[in-house]
């Protein structure tokens, strides 16, 4: 009688979360180019890999490229291979892959640990700002988030159920974290765990963690690619552990510094449009610990909220005293965020609170700027700023109306259950704004994949690339969207050859004195990176 009742309902929230996933994740993979100098890198690393089916040693244009490990690189060199080409969206396909396997987890820890907040928890996890646009991303901060969270959640199943599978999961995930990103993977889970375990004085889950075949599948999974590139390439411990590592952590190698408390706006952005879910929730869980002292630990009830608030809390302080800064190192923490947003409602739920007039109001106010800001998007990416005219107004008009609508829906008497449907409608109009109007506009003004069609415009063969007076990333996407190395002037490499010269706009008397004899013609202007295109004939 039981399983007639749970598995129709099972069914749906599958298709549901097919169809979100399928859409949040999925859905415009390449709408725009490979942005920044991260993803064409990543991207050029795996198709060479691919290329020379060499599965140990990343490379870039040739040479060994030892800052990240290779399982971003695994995982698109397979998708390369099973997608139609080597494309932006092939690169991407990974993070939504990993995206979506993260979703899958926590549906299916919540239904076995925490039933009835299944549904919640993924669909908030799925809707984050941080997942969405980090599944966009050819980049390894979904691997490792994945990897990472998935670990967590074995563990935190190993210590409920003290089922050894769960820790075999575990570590076997830890492993993947290692080979996304390094050691910052069982770093991190050591530190959550260990504080864990203090605050709920249970010493004796330290031993029981520290699994003899546990530990033996980590090293079986995660050494065998470590002593291989090390093996073939001695310089990969000084120049990976020690100063991509620890150097990037204690010194602004890269430059890349921010303010310590950097991440904690980030974060709160991260989190939309949950974030004033999320600020409850953490308010609520404080004033039970500062109220009830010692006996808020000490009951299992407590011990879940207590795991996310730790596992929320400790990526963002780790990083937040790293001398250098990215968005994406916080992204291991908003699926706890996000599991506290759901424990959270489900809470109200199970004693029947409606929702306040201010909290309703205030939450359509976010959905509101969410939708604004997406709609808005296009403008700043073509100004680099907010410009108010026709589109903005129209834009604040139909934030308002959505804010408006959400907040009544959050008024009515089925609140509650209308909050995690009424949030996801803004999330996918937010989304769908970007792919469709925003999309075209940041294709255009940050993506190499626009300069590069221009040149293969003029030439389908593989000429020769100069650059002069022009960005990194563009030189990176234009050598991915190429598969050849372009060869910037200023470093004194001027081919002798025939070739297409990218540079900045304004530049044509400088480049004729830095080609003396040679023919220089114009080829045509990409106005919106301000570069000129030109043919420069041969020696």
């Known amino acids: 009688m039981n399983t007639q009742r749970t598995n129709p309902r099972t069914r749906t929230d599958v298709l549901l979360l097919v169809a979100f996933c399928g859409f949040l994740f999925f859905y415009g993979l390449g709408a725009f180019g490979l942005l920044g100098a991260d993803e064409p890198r990543y991207a050029q690393v795996a198709r060479e890999m691919l290329d020379r089916s060499d599965w140990v040693t990343p490379t870039l244009q040739g040479k060994p490229w030892l800052e990240k490990p290779v399982l971003y690189y695994w995982q698109a060199m397979l998708s390369f291979r099973v997608a139609p080409g080597i494309t932006d969206q092939a690169a991407r396909l990974p993070a939504a892959f990993d995206a979506a396997m993260l979703i899958a987890v926590i549906y299916f820890f919540l239904r076995r640990f925490r039933p009835g907040s299944e549904l919640d928890g993924a669909l908030i996890t799925a809707s984050c700002a941080a997942v969405v646009g980090f599944a966009h991303a050819a980049a390894t901060d979904m691997p490792l988030a994945t990897a990472f969270a998935i670990a967590l959640l074995a563990w935190y199943a190993w210590y409920e159920s003290r089922r050894h599978i769960y820790l075999a999961v575990f570590y076997i995930f830890l492993a993947l974290g290692t080979l996304a990103k390094g050691p910052v993977a069982p770093a991190l889970s050591a530190v959550i765990i260990f504080f864990f375990v203090a605050v709920k004085r249970d010493w004796r889950a330290i031993p029981r963690t520290l699994w003899i075949p546990g530990i033996v599948l980590y090293l079986a999974a995660m050494l065998p690619w470590y002593i291989a590139v090390q093996m073939r390439h001695p310089e990969f411990f000084r120049f990976f552990i020690l100063e991509h590592n620890l150097a990037r952590f204690s010194q602004d190698v890269y430059h890349h510094r921010q303010p310590f408390w950097f991440y904690l706006p980030v974060f709160l952005l991260a989190m939309m449009p949950w974030t004033l879910v999320l600020i409850l929730a953490v308010a609520e869980r404080a004033r039970l610990i500062w109220s009830e002292g010692k006996e808020a630990f000490s009951s299992s009830e407590d011990s879940w909220p207590l795991f996310l608030l730790i596992w929320m809390l400790v990526p963002i302080l780790f990083f937040s005293a790293s001398q250098s800064k990215l968005p994406g190192y916080i992204l291991p923490a908003v699926p706890a965020g996000a599991l506290l947003v759901a424990e959270y409602l489900a809470a109200r739920r199970g004693e029947e609170k409606k929702l306040s007039p201010v909290f309703a109001a205030a939450h359509g106010v976010v959905c509101g700027l969410l939708i604004f800001a997406a709609l808005s998007a296009a403008s ?51 989304v769908a704004a970007i792919i469709r109007l925003a999309a075209p506009v940041i294709d255009a003004t940050q993506s190499a994949r626009p300069i590069a069609e221009s040149i293969q415009a003029f030439s389908r063969e593989p000429v020769p690339i100069a650059l002069y007076h022009i960005n990194r990333v563009q030189e990176y996407g234009l050598e991915f969207y190429l598969n050849r190395p372009a060869q ?50 041969k020696e």
Request: hydrophobic letters at 50%; aromatic letters at 6%.
């Open 380 to 430: 700043i990416a073509l100004n680099h700023h907010l410009l108010w005219g026709t589109g903005t107004y129209v834009a604040a008009a139909s934030a308002g109306v959505f804010a408006l609508g959400i907040t009544a829906a959050l008024l009515s008497r089925a609140g509650l259950r209308l909050m995690r449907p009424a949030t996801m409608i803004a999330v996918v109009v937010s």
């Open 488 to 537: 910037p002037y200023e470093s004194g490499n001027v081919p002798a050859a025939a070739h297409v010269l990218v540079a900045a706009q304004g530049t044509q008397s400088q480049v004729a004195q830095l080609v003396p004899g040679r023919r220089v013609s114009y080829l045509t202007s990409i106005p919106a990176q301000k570069l000129e295109l030109y043919w420069v004939g």
